[in-house]
T-cell receptor, first 116, second 111 residues
Framework: GNSVTQMEGPVTLSEEAFLTINCTYT??????LFWYVQYPGEGLQLLLK?????DKGSNKGFEATYRKETTSFHLEKGSVQVSDSAVYFC???????????????FGKGTKLSVIP | EAGVVQSPRYKIIEKKQPVAFWCNPI?????LYWYRQNLGQGPELLIR????????DSQLPKDRFSAERLKGVDSTLKIQPAELGDSAVYLC?????????FGQGTRLTVV
């Protein structure tokens, strides 16, 4: 079946530091890839997406590039802010052969804390 | 535009009791998901609907969990009887196109 593996947290960074959260996936064909963010006490929100190989998703200073050759979709931001403190989830949407239907599958999440 | 609405936000019940969660998706969204999210983990799919049809319920523990989506709009998820291990956040999401929109979830505590 499909799966997503992302780096374990928690990740603690100082304000203005560079952020990378690694994400790799296992799926047949060309899944759509997503990063969702969950702020404390809130639901999941879509941060960015990429629907085909070599696409770059971007939003709020965050970027991720769909790399088919390495089955990766790493999240990056050049200068993090305290307000970026949240849990980040990598996800894919693809036909799951075992279930016989499309499934939106999530990684376990990476908690980011940004300190002033 | 209203987002995905779930109720209740919090529920505490004793084990062996029944519990139900309600979800109102975004208007016009045909796809509806129920996920369970354990503490410190990512969401895990329980069931997916296309309109009123459950197209993927392979991960729903059918001995105690049931779900329905009447008229392809609102949905309810029920647990009967609840067990201690069912304590989690239950998330509902709806989708049209590429993006899934999530509700704030129902935090269930079974004591």
């Amino acid at each position: 079946g499909n799966s997503v593996t992302q780096m374990e947290g928690p990740v603690t960074l100082s304000e203005e530091a560079f952020l990378t959260i690694n994400c790799t996936y296992t799926a047949t064909g060309y899944p759509s890839l997503f990063w969702y963010v969950q702020y404390p006490g809130e639901g999941l929100q879509l941060l960015l997406k990429a629907t085909k190989a070599d696409d770059k998703g971007s939003n709020k200073g965050f970027e991720a590039t769909y790399r088919k050759e390495t089955t990766s979709f790493h999240l990056e931001k050049g200068s993090v802010q305290v307000s970026d403190s949240a849990v980040y989830f990598c996800a894919l949407d693809r036909m799951n052969s075992g279930a016989g239907s499309y499934q939106l599958t999530f990684g376990k999440g990476t908690k980011l804390s940004v300190i002033p | 535009e209203a987002g995905v609405v779930q109720s209740p936000r919090y529920k505490i019940i004793e084990k062996k009791q029944p519990v139900a969660f309600w979800c109102n998706p975004i208007s016009g969204h045909n796809t509806l998901y129920w996920y369970r999210q354990n503490l410190g983990q990512g969401p895990e799919l329980l069931i997916r609907y296309e309109n009123e049809e459950a197209v993927d319920d392979s991960q729903l523990p059918k001995d105690r969990f049931s779900a329905e989506r009447l008229k392809g709009v609102d949905s309810t998820l029920k647990i009967q009887p609840a067990e201690l291990g069912d304590s989690a956040v239950y998330l509902c999401a709806s989708k049209q196109g590429f993006e899934a929109f999530f509700g704030q979830g129902t935090r269930l505590t079974v004591v």
